[in-house]
């Protein structure tokens, strides 16, 4: 199977994710913290699970298992950066500024890879940027600049950056170890900052609560987590150990176009779902912001090719 069609089945598949984990955020959790506490009890539970099953594979270096766990808390730390924006924000502006990482990635494939950019992709990161800013407007709500300097922007931004330096240590470590136990290895570092980050008293709290009451955001987070979350990451890393990392990093930006699909989908089906905004403006700057940010990543891969 082509990696190309892989990848996108990994952003279709990770999409999804988004809608649940906003599910969970919107309508139980209290606090910030809740979400990624329950998401670091999974993702642990998966990372001991998958290598308990799969084992250390013979012949295995230091190396490419340390970027394998570097990748995981990289990773871990970039979604901390997401999960704060998205406890405030609506998913649908939320994710696609996150899913500006492609460029990121990039340009780091650019200096650690050795994958050179050429003029097209460079235009491609201008185009994905002005998506970026464009989806954060809102009608009446004043000034790019402002947008700009916007503290949700600002951490997204952030947190984008650091997610695309995931992706070259997970293709480092993917090209020396199996699929599934570069992934159980990532589970665990993932887990590991999640815990650090926010095993807190409200969202403790939280957790009992919810196990307690037996509140569906278990059931949400469980299906999530264990099964959508996972089939989404291990295509995206069975991808990446196909291809050159800059290529499908920047297929997996289609995650934004699945995303605004879906949350529209839902909050026109359903009114107020997800405390989105479905007013046609908005929808309109949705939609085009959207295509901008995959058009961009687009020719980023095909400028790569």
Do not use: C
Request: charged share 10%; hydrophobic share 60%.
């Amino acid at each position: 199977m082509s990696w190309v069609v892989i990848g996108l089945a990994g952003a279709a598949v990770s999409g999804i994710v988004s809608i649940f984990d906003k599910t969970v955020i919107y309508r139980y959790a209290t606090t910030p913290h809740t979400l990624p506490l329950l998401i670091g009890i999974a993702q642990t539970f998966v990372g001991v699970v998958v290598l308990a099953v799969v084992r250390v594979p013979e012949g295995a270096e230091w190396e490419p298992v340390f970027w394998a766990l570097v990748s995981g808390v990289v990773f871990g730390l970039s979604a901390q950066f997401l999960i704060r924006v998205l406890y405030w924000n609506e998913v649908s502006r939320t994710i696609p500024v996150f899913q500006s990482y492609p460029i990121f990635t990039a340009v780091y494939a650019f200096f650690f890879l050795g994958e050179e950019l050429g003029v097209v992709d460079w235009l491609a990161v201008a185009v994905v940027v002005a998506g970026s800013v464009l989806i954060s407007f809102r009608p009446g709500s004043g000034s790019i600049r402002g947008i700009l300097l916007d503290r949700a922007f600002v951490l997204l931004m952030i947190g984008s950056a650091i997610h695309g330096s995931a992706h070259i240590f997970g293709k480092v470590a993917v090209d020396e170890l199996p699929v599934l136990f570069t992934h159980a290895l990532r589970s665990l570092g993932l887990g590991a900052v999640f815990f650090a980050f926010n095993l807190r008293s409200g969202s403790v709290d939280d957790v009992r609560t919810f196990v307690r009451t037996r509140s569906p955001a278990l059931r949400f987070v469980a299906m999530n987590e264990l099964i959508i979350a996972t089939v989404g990451l291990l295509l995206l890393l069975w991808a990446l150990a196909l291809g050159p990392a800059a290529l499908v990093t920047a297929l997996s930006g289609a995650r934004a176009f699945f995303l605004v699909v879906y949350s529209t989908a839902l909050a026109l089906v359903w009114k107020g779902a997800l405390g989105e905004v479905t007013t046609p403006g908005v929808i309109a700057i949705k939609m085009v912001s959207t295509m901008l940010i995959v058009a961009g990543v687009a020719a980023i891969a095909m400028g790569s090719a």
